[in-house]
């Protein structure tokens, strides 16, 4: 829900903000701005100010989502059929075969291929990663933006950076895109749930899917890896297939 603010890096004022609605979220609903203020030993402005950066343009907006997080129904059998849902044909595009070949030829022809992601999209890249490799591709991932992974590239040949994100808003993975351009020798494929994302937008290939956002506390992202698990298990067979 928020959409993928860093609040590691929140201010003191924000932090005492953000630690009252975590130990409140069932009464937020019901509060002012003032209410918040009080409770958080802040001021309204502030509480304001870290509601607009949280990505919502008014106090209602906030308050309902809040609501919602708060009343989402307990997981049941129709959370368990959401589930086995998540792989229909028809949260993907008529054209996934196409760019699963795409990716498979980009991987098997490049000299280095690298996969990025934050957070539980981190964890996912070193599993593609480490299965890349295991076929005998020159391949790593990373988590930390600040890597100076350029000297990691191959000079030689062409090489592909995979982006995972769910929302395709990530800060940190915009930025390593911006330090990627221009580079001609390095094609980046975002994987990711918008296609109209900032992400997608500025890479050289997408692989979209359809997926819901699910956040715990209203900040913590719970959205669901097992569509772009899957996408990275599709490439990997293509890449066994075209091998055989």
Known sequence: MFNGQDFSELSEVEMAIYHFILANDDKIAFMRVRDIAEGSHTSPTSVMRFIRKSGYDSFPEFKL??????????????ALDDYFDILNRKNFKNDLELKIDLCADLIMEAGTSIFMGIGASGAIGSY?????????????????RTYPFKTRLSSDKQNVMFILSVS?????????????????????????????????????????????????????DLSSQIPCVFILELIINRIRAKQA
């Open 128 to 144: 593609a990663s480490r299965k890349i490799a295991n076929l005998g591709f020159n391949s790593f991932s990373l988590t930390d």
């Open 65 to 78: 989502a809040i609501k919602q997080m708060v009343t989402k129904q307990p997981y049941g059998e129709s």
């Open 168 to 220: 395709g808003n990530t800060v940190e993975m915009l930025d390593v895109i911006h330090q990627m351009r221009p580079d001609d020798r390095t094609k980046v494929v975002v994987i990711t749930s918008d296609s109209t994302s900032p992400l997608a937008c500025k890479a050289d290939h997408y692989v979209d899917y359809v997926s819901h956002s699910d956040r715990s506390h209203v900040y913590h």
